[in-house]
C-alpha cells in the first residue's frame, strides 16, 4: 500500500514561522514511530514531506523537502493524487486537521483518521464540552474567557480554545489572579476551565463507527510552574488495571462522536468520584510512541485493520500492560 505520512509539524506547515521546540520533538517522535510500524508490517510504500530546515532523515520513506507553507500544501495535494492512503498527523489548531482531512477525502484517497466533522467538534474545546455533556458524559465545565468565570475552589486553567498539548496553558490558584491577568492579556478565542484535583490521564483508544476499544490507560507527568502547565512525558499503560474500569467511557465518548476513527486521544482526570474528560484528541498523540512496547502488538497494524471491518472486538484481553515511560524533551 502506498501511505502518505502527512506530519504537520515537521513536514512544512510552519514553514513561513517559528517552530514550537516542544511541538516539532513531539511531532519527530510521532512521525518515526508511525514509520517503522508501518515498515514492519511489510508491502508499504511510504512518502512524506520535511520542512528544510530540519536536517535529513534516516527513515525508510521517500521525503521531499519543502521550503514555505504554501510550498507545503501544494506538494501535499500532489503527493495525495499518488498515494492510496494518507496518515495526517496535524494539530487541530486553525482548523489544520480539518483541512488536510478535507483535502484527502476531496482526492477521493483513505483517510486513515477521522472524519472532519468529528474533528471540528472535538478541536474546539467549548464545542467538545457541549457535545459530550449532552450525552450525559462528565467533562470539565468550559466557557470562554471574558464571560463569567465558573466557580472552583482549586483554582482555574486558562488555555486555547483549540489548542494542542501545553501550549499556552495557564493556571492560576486565586479569583483575583486570574482576573488581573484577563485585563492584561489578549484573550480571544481562549477557554477558562475550573481546576480538577486528580490523577491527570489518558486513554489511547482505538475507534470506529461508533465503536471503541481502549489500548491504554496513561498517566500525564504534568507539574505547574509560574502559573504555567507543563507536561514533561507521558507513562503508557501506568494504569492498567483501570482499563476495563474505563471502558464505558471511551464506548460513550465514540457514540457521541461516531465520526472519530483509528487512533484517538482522550485526556482525562481521574477522581475518586469517576473520570472527567478534559478533551479529544482525534488524531494520534504522544503516547503512541510507546504504545507498540507497551500492548505488544503493533498500533498500525491494529489502526489498518479497521479499514477491513475489524471494531477490535475481543482484542483487550489479548493485549500486554507493560508500563512504557515516554519522555518529552524539555524546552530550551
Known sequence: MRILVCEFITGGGLSDAP??????????????????????????ALSTTRDSRFKPWALPLRVKEVSSTEVAWAQWRLMIDHA??????APETGGVLERLSRLILEGRRILIGSQPEAVAIAASKLATARCLKEHGIAVVETVAAGSSIPDSDRGWVVKPDDGTGCENIYYFKEREDLGRWLEHRPYAGSVIQP????????LSLLCRDGAARTLACNEQLIEIKDHRLHCSGIVVNAMPGDRDRLEPLALEIARALPGLWGYVGVDIIVTPAGPVVIEINPRLTTSYVGLKASIGRNPAGLILSLLQGDNGSGMSSSLTDEPVKVMIPPVC
Open 84 to 89: 492510496e492512503a494518507v496518515w495526517p498527523i
Open 195 to 202: 481546576y480538577i484535583a486528580g490523577i491527570p490521564a489518558s
Open 19 to 44: 517552530i514550537p521546540p516542544q511541538l516539532a520533538a513531539e511531532g519527530m517522535m510521532m512521525l518515526e514511530a508511525v514509520v517503522k510500524d508501518l515498515t514492519a508490517l511489510g508491502g508499504m
